[in-house]
Nanobody
Framework: VQLQASGGGLVQAGGSLRLSCVGS????????VAWFRQAPGKEREFVCA????????YYADSVKGRFTISRDNDKNTVYLQMNSLKPEDTAVYYC??????????????????WGQGTLVTVSS
């Protein structure tokens, strides 16, 4: 599986962005996928995750109600819709897939495939 994240950019506080993560190789549709982010000088943190059929969806408390994860399995793509963005959302955002079969949704080390990251900058 190869993952390609895109959609980052510069946005004012209160604005919106939609990130995309396209999978290639083995079909992304069968694996749990997550978004993590890493702000400058901070550790990578969990943002959200879903299983392949979106019957299990999890969000970090810091983004709950503002961010939405979705996936189009026909397009092998996972999305992160980010609304009401805040300066503290500024980070490099990474998508990740867990092909191991043991899914600990908020543990970065459990994900074995990662996209290259896309930078989101929220100005105040």
């Amino acid at each position: 599986v190869q993952l390609q994240a895109s959609g980052g950019g510069l946005v004012q506080a209160g604005g919106s962005l939609r990130l995309s993560c396209v999978g290639s190789g083995r079909m992304l549709r069968t694996y749990p996928v997550a978004w993590f982010r890493q702000a400058p000088g901070k550790e990578r943190e969990f943002v959200c995750a879903s299983n392949w059929k979106m019957s299990q969806i999890y969000y970090a408390d810091s983004v709950k109600g503002r961010f939405t994860i979705s996936r189009d399995n026909d397009k092998n793509t996972v999305y992160l819709q980010m609304n009401s963005l805040k300066p503290e959302d500024t980070a490099v955002y990474y998508c990740a897939a867990d092909t191991t079969g043991f899914w600990y949704y908020n543990v970065a080390e459990e994900y074995d495939y990662w996209g290259q990251g896309t930078l989101v900058t929220v100005s105040s």
